[in-house]
């Protein structure tokens, strides 16, 4: 089932540097068996979870061993497919380990790790050429909303970010503000759709109507389970990246479940 653009909305959790190994495979079964409790239906609203890397192979292999109908990925990925790169982890490894998406250019990554839009679109070509999807983060600092307005840093991110990429290609946007993110203080469902039909006509220029109309574009920023509702109401919010709250089962799977909430 999909939304009426056609496109499948997709909840993905980002643990960050939570959750070892062995607490990963106790929260996603909880998390699957919750959800097919509660009769959720895997295939209208795509579930993905995305652990520390030394989480993956043990997610792997519990998905895979207990078919679970859950999606999982990379929280980074490295530009380079192999060599002298102490601490990186390259697309062929991640791809290794059956991960589906990979998030890139995370806003954590942008100023922590000073990564810049060069080095996001060298890695958005790092997952294109490895099989995985990746999950392109932009989004505006409060000094850039003021001074800029509030789409012209995320879609210059995004711009930045499809450099490399000429052909139609399997990629997901995450509209994440800067100032929503673990603030408590999410942007309006207003703010966020004002955002994501930009991106969507950045898309639309840059790649074409098709790829455009089939990409779905997340919000993420203080998603919580009682203002899922309002962005999911939106015609160009397909999902959401969630932090947080993607940690805590029964709000993660609320989250998930938005379209039994009161008034969907
Ligand atoms: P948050 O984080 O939900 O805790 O605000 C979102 C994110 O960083 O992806």
Redesign the pocket.
Same mark, same amino acid.
């Given at each position: 089932m999909t939304d009426g653009a056609g496109r499948t909305p997709l909840i993905a959790g980002?643990w960050k540097m939570n959750l070892d190994h062995l607490q990963a495979i106790a929260f996603v079964q909880k998390l699957a068996w919750s959800l097919k409790d509660a009769r959720h239906d895997f295939a209208a609203v795509e579930v993905a979870v995305f652990p520390p890397f030394t989480d993956l192979r043990s997610v792997q292999t519990l998905i895979a061993a207990d078919k679970l109908p859950l999606e999982y990925g990379a929280q980074d990925i490295s530009e380079h497919d192999s060599g002298a790169y102490t601490g990186e982890v390259s697309g062929a490894l991640i791809s290794a380990l059956e991960c589906r998406y990979v998030l890139i250019g995370?806003s @954590?990554r942008r100023t922590l790790h000073a990564e810049t839009d060069e080095q996001v679109a060298a890695k958005v070509d790092a997952a294109l050429r490895n099989d995985l999807v990746p999950i392109i983060c932009v989004g505006e600092t409060s000094e850039d909303l003021e001074k800029h307005g509030p789409s012209a840093v995320p879609v210059a991110q995004l711009r930045a970010a499809l450099a490399g990429v000429t052909t139609a290609a399997d990629i997901v946007v995450a509209y @994440?503000p800067v100032w $929503?993110? %673990?603030s408590g203080q999410a942007a309006t469902p207003d703010q966020a759709e004002q955002v994501a039909a930009q991106l969507r006509s950045t898309l639309a220029e840059l790649l074409g109507a098709d790829v455009a109309g089939k990409t779905r574009i997340l919000y %993420? %920023?203080? =998603?919580k389970a009682n203002n899922i509702a309002g962005f999911m109401r939106e015609p160009n919010v397909d999902g959401a990246? =969630? #932090? #947080? $709250?993607s940690l805590d089962l029964t709000e993660f799977a609320s989250i998930v479940r938005f379209r039994n909430h009161v008034g969907v």
């Open positions: 980002n995370h @954590e @994440e $929503a993110i %673990g %993420g %920023g203080s =998603v990246l =969630v #932090g #947080g $709250a």
